[in-house]
T-cell receptor, first 114, second 111 residues
Framework: KAGVTQTPRYLIKTRGQQVTLSCSPISGHRSVSWYQQTPGQGLQFLFEYFSETQRNKGNFPGRFSGRQFSNSRSEMNVSTLELGDSALYLC?????????????FGPGTRLTVL | SQQGEEDPQALSIQEGENATMNCSYKTSINNLQWYRQNSGRGLVHLILIRSNEREKHSGRLRVTLDTSKKSSSLLITASRAADTASYFCARTNNAGNMLTFGGGTRLMVKP
């Protein structure tokens, strides 16, 4: 099976712009989670989607949003970008929702905000 | 912010030596997982230990869990240069698959 794929791999934006990142989970996986990784805050949970519904949300402002499509692919959007949004954004997929399952991570999208 | 602490933050050893990393957490867990990350890439799942388990092995990896002390440790035996990476513990509670990560340990294995 192909692994989790994320596009684009690298992105440069300027403050105030918006950005959309895409994640394709492993075939058959219905849970998709997003994480932000920065040197200062480490790895932080953004949100989790399962069957096109947001199931969990981390402590991030409303500028961060996401969605999941019927084929389980997911997108996350960040509006009105700030310098502090520069980070590695990681997507992870899992087979099921409950029970804290093993997560399979993609390679990440490195976002730089200038 | 993270709800787990890992120590040491950095560890440098010679090939063939064992590496031990520790993780502490503050709240109850469903399970605890360990992940490896090579140089800013995606994370790779290493091992999952459930709250009712005390020890688990996978190849050269051994994980222990002490729920009374709210701590876990990862032991890598007979380390190799390829083990150089950052290692993270992550806990889950009953909220789906949400992972709460520790700060990580940067391991360097010198050939």
């Amino acid at each position: 099976k192909a692994g989790v794929t994320q596009t684009p791999r690298y992105l440069i934006k300027t403050r105030g712009q918006q950005v959309t990142l895409s994640c394709s989970p492993i075939s058959g996986h219905r849970s998709v989670s997003w994480y932000q990784q920065t040197p200062g805050q480490g790895l932080q949970f953004l949100f989790e989607y399962f069957s096109e519904t947001q199931r969990n949300k981390g402590n991030f402002p409303g500028r961060f949003s996401g969605r999941q499509f019927s084929n389980s692919r997911s997108e996350m959007n960040v509006s009105t970008l700030e310098l502090g949004d520069s980070a590695l954004y990681l997507c992870a997929s899992s087979l099921a929702l409950a029970g804290g399952n093993e997560q399979f991570f993609g390679p990440g999208t490195r976002l730089t905000v200038l | 912010s993270q709800q787990g602490e890992e120590d040491p933050q950095a560890l440098s050893i010679q090939e063939g030596e064992n590496a031990t990393m520790n993780c502490s957490y503050k709240t109850s867990i469903n399970n605890l997982q360990w992940y490896r990350q090579n140089s800013g890439r995606g994370l790779v799942h290493l091992i999952l230990i459930r709250s009712n388990e005390r020890e688990k092995h996978s190849g050269r990896l051994r994980v222990t869990l002490d729920t009374s002390k709210k701590s876990s440790s990862l032991l890598i035996t007979a380390s190799r240069a390829a083990d150089t990476a950052s290692y993270f513990c992550a806990r889950t509670n009953n909220a789906g698959n949400m992972l709460t990560f520790g700060g990580g340990t940067r391991l360097m294995v010198k050939p």
